[in-house]
């Protein structure tokens, strides 16, 4: 089956527009994209979700409440970490680990329909 465009008459007012709207948001797309990239994991976003409601928790708080080991916890923070979706604060002989300012403004929505249970309504 050949898909091919048969548009008579392009809007090129619209397209113009809609070139300019996706170039003024394109960095926020590049962090959803990335974001959502990594988030595909459930124990990622599940951590994600954690970190969103108390601000900060250390992996070992991690691996209680999602009742796993420390080491698989910490890889997946490492991922978050590499990708600047969250960051690390040392104090003392711990690292607590919080969400991004420029990923939790984007992530917030989304966490939003989740605590509302919006997210079942949708599918």
Do not use: W
């Amino acid at each position: 089956m050949n898909q091919t465009c048969i548009r008579v008459l392009a809007d090129i007012n619209q397209i113009k527009q809609c070139k300019d709207r996706i170039k003024s948001v394109d960095s926020s797309l590049l962090l959803l994209s990335n974001a959502f990239n990594l988030v595909g994991n459930e124990v990622r976003i599940k951590i994600l979700y954690l970190l969103q409601e108390e601000g900060q928790l250390c992996p070992c708080d991690l691996s209680d409440i999602l009742a796993m080991g420390v080491s698989p916890v910490s890889q997946h923070l490492r991922k978050l970490k590499d990708s600047k979706i969250i960051t690390a604060k040392k104090s003392g002989q711990t690292i607590f680990y919080s969400i991004s300012p420029e990923y939790t403004e984007i992530l917030k929505p989304v966490f939003k329909l989740i605590n509302n249970n919006k997210v079942l309504e949708m599918i």
